[in-house]
């Protein structure tokens, strides 16, 4: 299995902040490479695909990057609505396997 | 926009299977793969496996040996079992589409909690 980890777990920060969440696949994995946003008691909701592509309706301070195995979630600009655990995903070969999450809290 | 709705029974035995339908609304269930996901309570997802529109499945090995997934084109609808559950399988269960096999996830179900219990 292809394992995923997401640095840091949590993280504490104030609108308006710019964040990153990082996520590394223990295996390359080209761009196969999703980012998701998760409010409690919530569905998951695709954010990003194949590392940058932003799903339609998705906000435009959302982007993402990286190539292989290291892979990058940022947030321009932190709004009270961004503040959700994020998950990191590949798509790159079964078992499908996601990141343990990062939770991005208000400081 | 389709949308996806899971059903089932909350509560299932321990030794007992778990059974669950994902009914597909406002769309096609042609072309598309059908997955199951989970979500232990204050924990991270899992992928169980999928369904393809055609009866194909890819299964998690971790899981294999008990998850059985079918679809009903005619009926619009796609379905789990899971064997032989233990408290370790109580989750929120979600059913998700993907565009392919190497598809992002998207949408996804409400989700149903399960709880393992006697």
């Known amino acids: 299995d292809i394992q995923m980890t997401q640095s840091p777990s949590s993280l504490s920060a104030s609108v308006g902040d710019r964040v990153t969440i990082t996520c590394r696949a223990s295996q390359k994995i080209g761009t196969y490479l999703n980012w998701y946003q998760q409010k409690p008691g919530k569905a998951p909701k695709l954010l990003i695909y194949?590392?940058?592509s932003l799903q339609s309706g998705v906000p435009s301070r959302f982007s993402g990057s990286g190539s292989g195995t290291d892979f990058t979630l940022t947030i321009n600009s932190l709004q009270p609505e961004d503040f959700a655990t994020y998950y990191c995903?590949?798509?790159?070969?079964?078992?499908?396997?996601f990141g343990q999450g990062t939770k991005v809290e208000i400081k | 926009q389709v949308q996806l709705q899971e059903s089932g029974p909350g509560l299932v035995k321990p030794s007992e299977t778990l059974s669950l339908t994902c009914t597909v609304s406002s769309g096609s269930i042609s072309d598309y793969y059908w997955n199951w996901i989970r979500q232990p309570p204050g924990k991270g997802l899992e992928w169980i496996g999928y369904?393809?529109?055609?009866?194909?499945?890819d299964y998690n090995p971790s899981l294999k040996s008990r998850v059985t997934m079918s679809v009903d084109t005619s009926k619009g609808h796609f379905s789990l079992k899971l064997s032989s559950v233990t408290a370790a399988d109580t989750a929120v269960y979600y059913c998700?589409?993907?565009?392919?096999?190497?598809?992002?996830?998207?949408?996804w179900g409400q989700g149903t909690l399960v709880t393992v219990s006697s």
């Open positions: 998700v589409r993907a565009y392919s096999s190497v598809g992002w996830f998207d949408p």
């Open positions: 369904v393809f529109y055609s009866g194909d499945t």
């Open positions: 995903q590949q798509s790159y070969s079964t078992p499908y396997t």
């Open positions: 194949v590392t940058s």
